[in-house]
C-alpha cells in the first residue's frame, strides 16, 4: 500500500501544475479509497448552483443533469457544508439512508446509476459555498467503511494542497525548469526553498513581499515568517519535503501568515522533489515552491448559525427554508422530492425545536439570523 500511495500523491500534487492529469490522480484515488466515481466541484448553497471542476468515472449527461437540476434539490447541502475544510463525512453524517430513498434525487439520478454511498471532504469553503471532493460508491462498490474512511483521510491534504495551490497559480501545465519562467508573473508570491528554507528563486511578488516585511522577511538569505508559528510549520514542511511528497502530510497546506491590521495571508506549499516538479526543483537546487497570497475574512453564514443555535438535522433545515423560501408544505415537499407527510413530520420537529407554533413566526426567525449587510437571498 505504501508504494501505492506513493505514486497516487506524486500524481495528485502533479496535477498542482498540469490540470489535465486531475482526471488520472481521481481515477487513483477511487482505485486507492474503493470507488466508481471521483469528483472536484463547487457548490453554491445560497444560489443552489454548481460547477464542475474534475472528475473521472462519470456519466457525462448525469453530471449535466447533476449541474442543471439536481444541484438545486440536493438534501445533503446546505448540511453537509457546514462540516470543517479537511473533514471526512459519509452520507450517513447528512442523512440517514431511508431519508434519502424519498427524495428525488435518489430515485431518478442515484438509483439509475447504481450509486449507493459516498465519502468526500470539503477542500475549501466561503460563506455561501464550498469546494468538496467526493468518491461516490457503486453496488459493487459496498458501503463505505472504516477502512475506506481511513485511506480518504490519508488523501484528503495532499488534494486539498493540490487543489489550493492550482488555483492559485491557474496554469493548465508547467514544464520542468520552466516553473520558475512560468511563475514570475503570479499576482501570488512565488518562492522556491531548500530543506534550511534558504530562498533559491523568488517571483516579483514576493520580492514585493519581503520588501515589505510585514508577514515574510529573508534573514541571511532564508525565507522567515514574521509569525513565529507558521513559521515554525513552514519550516518543518521545507524539511520534510526533502524526504518526498508522502513525508509532508498535512502540515502546511494551508498556513496562516498574521500581519498588523486586519489584512490576512496564506501560505501553501508544494513539495518539488518527486515526478515532473522534480526537475524544477533540482534546476534551482529547491524542494518546495511556497505561493503566498492575500485572502479575505469570512463570516459564518446565516444557515450554519441557525441550524448550531437549534440543532436541527439536515432535512430539519432543508424544510425550514423551503418553507420560508417556497412556500407551503405542498410546494416544499415538490422542491425537495418528498411527500408531505414528511414535510409535516419534520416541521413539527422544526416548531418544536425552535419554540415556534406558526410559519410565519419561522420567517421572523430566519430574518433575525440573516446579516443585516446581506440581502434574504444571502441565506440558503
Not at 67 to 74: C, G, V
Amino acid at each position: 500500500m505504501t508504494e501505492q500511495l506513493s505514486r497516487l500523491i506524486g500524481t495528485i500534487y502533479d496535477a498542482a501544475l498540469d490540470s489535465e492529469l486531475w482526471p488520472r490522480a481521481l481515477e487513483g484515488v477511487c482505485g486507492f479509497v474503493g470507488g466508481s466515481m471521483a469528483n472536484i466541484f463547487w457548490q453554491d448553497v445560497v444560489a443552489k448552483t454548481a460547477k464542475r471542476f474534475f472528475e473521472w468515472g462519470a456519466d457525462p449527461d448525469y453530471t449535466q443533469l447533476y449541474m442543471e437540476k439536481y444541484s438545486k434539490i440536493n438534501p445533503l447541502f446546505p448540511a453537509a457544508y457546514f462540516f470543517p475544510v479537511e473533514h471526512v463525512f459519509n452520507q450517513s453524517d447528512v442523512i440517514s439512508q431511508d431519508e434519502l430513498r424519498e427524495t428525488r434525487i435518489y430515485r431518478e439520478w442515484m438509483r439509475p446509476q447504481g450509486y449507493i454511498d459516498f465519502l468526500g471532504c470539503h477542500l475549501e469553503k466561503s460563506t455561501v459555498s464550498c469546494v468538496p471532493t467526493t468518491v461516490i460508491r457503486h453496488e459493487r462498490d459496498g458501503w463505505v467503511d472504516r477502512e475506506s474512511m481511513s485511506r480518504m483521510r490519508m488523501l484528503v491534504p495532499h488534494i486539498r494542497r493540490a487543489a489550493l495551490i492550482g488555483n492559485v497559480i491557474s496554469l493548465r501545465t508547467c514544464e520542468g525548469a520552466t516553473l520558475a519562467d512560468a511563475l514570475d508573473g503570479l499576482a501570488a508570491g512565488m518562492f522556491l526553498v531548500d530543506a534550511t528554507s534558504r530562498v533559491m528563486h523568488v517571483n516579483v511578488s514576493g520580492r514585493a513581499m519581503l520588501a515589505e516585511s510585514s508577514v515574510l522577511r529573508s534573514i541571511n538569505g532564508r525565507l522567515t515568517a514574521v509569525d513565529f508559528e507558521a513559521d515554525r510549520t513552514l519550516k518543518d514542511v521545507f524539511a520534510a519535503a526533502d524526504d518526498g511528497d508522502t513525508a509532508v502530510g498535512a502540515r502546511g497546506v494551508a498556513v496562516l501568515l498574521r500581519a498588523a491590521g486586519t489584512e490576512r495571508h496564506v501560505a501553501h506549499v508544494l513539495p518539488l522533489t518527486a515526478g515532473a516538479r522534480g526537475r524544477a526543483g533540482n534546476a534551482f537546487a529547491a524542494v518546495a515552491a511556497v505561493f503566498v497570497h492575500r485572502t479575505a475574512l469570512e463570516a459564518p453564514s446565516a444557515a450554519e448559525a441557525l441550524a448550531s443555535a437549534y440543532k436541527l438535522t439536515a432535512m430539519e433545515l432543508r424544510v425550514l427554508l423551503g418553507i420560508v423560501q417556497v412556500g407551503g408544505g405542498t410546494m416544499v415537499a415538490e422542491d425537495l422530492g418528498i411527500s408531505e407527510t414528511t414535510v409535516r413530520s419534520h416541521l413539527k420537529h422544526v416548531f418544536e425545536k425552535t419554540g415556534t407554533k406558526r410559519q410565519v413566526d419561522l420567517v421572523k426567525l430566519v430574518a433575525a439570523f440573516e446579516s443585516p449587510l446581506r440581502g434574504p437571498e444571502a441565506l440558503c
